[in-house]
């Protein structure tokens, strides 16, 4: 299950934003929510199995409820604006040994593992056929794999149209991902995407999106695979149904 923590979306129709390539929660062990629903504003607060789950889940202590998540929203009207602010707080992640095991492996047992929280925020506004919105995640203290701080920044805006009078979305989305120091070849990693998106009916669409990825950072074995100086250029079409 997708344990609700930060927004983690993105305008663009088919890449995840680099906040959710980052700080994704998942988790594949029982869970429990508990949740406040008021007028225009939503808080959650989910227990999770302690260990190595899903994504960037992780804590030292396997037993239960050991690592939790916070989540909270608040929506308001800014003159002609909805605005939707939120944020929120991951008690412990995969950033907490010198193992980078982004994949879903166990940490190596001989590693010393402390607990590295996470810090969420982002605002969302739409007014009309506009969107805009901003993510950022950080965790509480350097990531002992790479030795430095590790975050991550999303920008996207996105315009509702029609095209042959049918439902279009063009967005464009920015996004930053930092992961060690001046000069390490993992340092930070950039990723522009442009996208369009139409419906040709209310169940199917087709999308084409356009992608930038400045560095090749994998999220394990830094030190030995990542490159600051590969650039790809990416175009994507799909097609979606939806039920």
Same mark, same amino acid.
């Given at each position: 299950?997708?344990?609700?923590?930060?927004? %983690?979306?993105?305008?663009?129709?088919?890449?995840?934003?680099?906040?959710?390539?980052?700080?994704? @929660?998942?988790?594949?062990?029982? /869970?429990?929510?508990?949740?406040?629903?008021?007028?225009?504003? $939503?808080?959650? +607060?989910?227990?999770?199995?302690?260990?190595?789950?899903?994504?960037?889940?992780?804590?030292?202590?396997?037993?239960?409820?050991?690592?939790? &998540?916070?989540?909270?929203?608040?929506?308001? *009207?800014?003159? #002609?604006?909805?605005?939707?602010? =939120?944020?929120?707080?991951?008690? #412990?992640?995969?950033?907490?040994?010198?193992?980078?095991?982004?994949?879903?492996?166990?940490?190596?047992?001989?590693?010393?593992?402390?607990?590295?929280?996470?810090?969420? /925020?982002?605002?969302?506004? *739409?007014? =009309?056929?506009?969107?805009? +919105?901003?993510?950022?995640? %950080?965790?509480?203290?350097?990531?002992?794999? #790479?030795?430095?701080?590790?975050?991550?920044?999303?920008?996207?805006?996105?315009?509702?149209?029609?095209?042959?009078?049918?439902?279009?979305?063009?967005?464009?989305?920015?996004?930053? =991902? *930092?992961?060690?120091?001046?000069?390490? %070849?993992?340092?930070?990693?950039? %990723?522009?995407? @442009?996208?369009?998106?139409?419906?040709?009916?209310?169940?199917?669409?087709?999308? &084409?999106?356009?992608?930038?990825?400045?560095?090749?950072?994998?999220?394990? +074995?830094?030190?030995?695979?990542?490159?600051?100086?590969?650039?790809?250029?990416?175009?994507?079409?799909?097609? $979606?149904?939806?039920?």
């Amino acid at each position: 299950m997708t344990v609700n923590f930060g927004h %983690q979306g993105a305008y663009n129709p088919i890449t995840h934003s680099v906040n959710n390539h980052f700080y994704r @929660v998942d988790a594949y062990d029982v /869970a429990a929510e508990l949740g406040y629903v008021g007028e225009n504003r $939503k808080v959650a +607060m989910t227990a999770l199995n302690g260990g190595r789950q899903l994504r960037v889940v992780e804590t030292p202590s396997g037993t239960f409820g050991s690592n939790f &998540a916070v989540s909270g929203r608040y929506d308001l *009207k800014v003159a #002609s604006w909805d605005v939707s602010v =939120g944020g929120g707080h991951l008690y #412990s992640s995969i950033y907490d040994s010198d193992d980078a095991n982004h994949p879903g492996v166990n940490s190596n047992v001989m590693t010393t593992r402390e607990r590295n929280g996470v810090i969420n /925020a982002w605002v969302e506004a *739409k007014n =009309g056929p506009f969107s805009l +919105m901003a993510e950022y995640s %950080q965790n509480e203290r350097d990531w002992p794999a #790479s030795g430095g701080s590790v975050n991550a920044l999303t920008l996207g805006a996105a315009y509702d149209t029609e095209a042959f009078d049918n439902p279009t979305r063009i967005s464009l989305v920015y996004g930053r =991902g *930092k992961l060690g120091n001046e000069g390490d %070849q993992f340092e930070s990693r950039h %990723q522009l995407a @442009v996208g369009v998106e139409t419906f040709i009916t209310p169940n199917f669409a087709l999308s &084409a999106e356009f992608v930038y990825n400045c560095s090749f950072i994998p999220l394990i +074995m830094l030190d030995r695979v990542a490159d600051e100086d590969v650039d790809t250029e990416t175009f994507i079409f799909s097609g $979606k149904l939806f039920f």
